[in-house]
């Protein structure tokens, strides 16, 4: 019996839940929980291509079976998928920065299109390593069929100063939302963040269920903090669900409306 159930089935249940063409946008630990997903559904008799539309790093033996650079066909990657169980793709590995560089989202909606896996967990964002990011015109890359797209928040954010060290693009998001740098954090200035930026619909498909996960919710401050965005957030009737929890403490609960 896995003794991680409790935590696991309803992660999986309020990601997945049968859907198999996933986005993740946002910071606050996307590539951890995509691999965390990665390693339930295997575990459970799935097959999975996890992969970029941006970077990534280079993933270690610990966050996929098996890594593939190029842009192989439908059947070599469900064969692949079929050899190993977690599969990430990648189109080229660019040494010098030390990260993947990422396939247009069209490959993967050809590769999920002809069922090569079960499911496709797809990073979609950048936030260089922050919590919270600011999105510019040219993010994110999410193809305009994703079954889901879902927006990753780092809770230590919430009531924190804002300086680049945990905002992605800080200054460019007190220039245009008219906070000052090194002001606290708002609450309501994240939920504003998420709904305004985060969803453009330019960007994400109106047909594209879109959840948001409040991460790295570790201690009861941090708690009351995710609650209360998670509330604000649910005001919005185009979030279909949201939240809380910590990836790496295995804690997790959806809040309903």
Do not use: C
Request: charged share 25%; glycine share 8%.
């Amino acid at each position: 019996m896995n003794d991680n159930a409790h935590f696991e089935r309803p992660l999986s249940k309020f990601f997945i839940n049968g859907t198999g063409f996933i986005f993740f946008i946002g910071g606050g630990g996307k590539t951890t929980l995509i691999y965390k997903l990665a390693d339930i559904l295997f575990r459970n008799g799935k097959k999975v291509v996890t992969g970029t539309t941006t970077h990534i790093l280079v993933p270690s033996s610990k966050e996929t079976q098996h890594l593939h650079i190029g842009s192989p066909e439908a059947s070599n990657v469900r064969a692949l998928a079929n050899k190993y169980g977690i599969v990430t793709l990648a189109f080229k590995n660019d040494k010098q920065k030390g990260k993947l560089v990422g396939h247009a989202p069209e490959y993967f909606r050809g590769l999920w299109k002809q069922n090569s896996a079960d499911v496709f967990l797809v990073e979609a964002d950048g936030a260089a390593g922050r919590p919270l990011k600011f999105h510019v015109d040219s993010d994110p890359v999410v193809d305009a069929e994703a079954e889901r797209v879902i927006a990753v928040v780092g809770a230590e954010v919430l009531g924190a100063p804002l300086s680049e060290d945990i905002f992605h693009r800080s200054k460019l998001f007190a220039e245009t939302l008219w906070h000052q740098i090194n002001s606290r954090i708002e609450i309501e200035h994240v939920a504003e963040l998420i709904t305004e930026f985060y969803f453009k619909p330019n960007k994400i498909s109106l047909k594209s269920e879109r959840i948001v996960f409040i991460n790295k919710v570790s201690s009861d401050e941090r708690k009351d903090n995710a609650l209360k965005l998670a509330a604000l957030l649910l005001k919005h009737s185009e979030i279909s669900r949201v939240g809380i929890g910590d990836i790496h403490s295995e804690y997790f609960e959806e809040i309903l409306r």
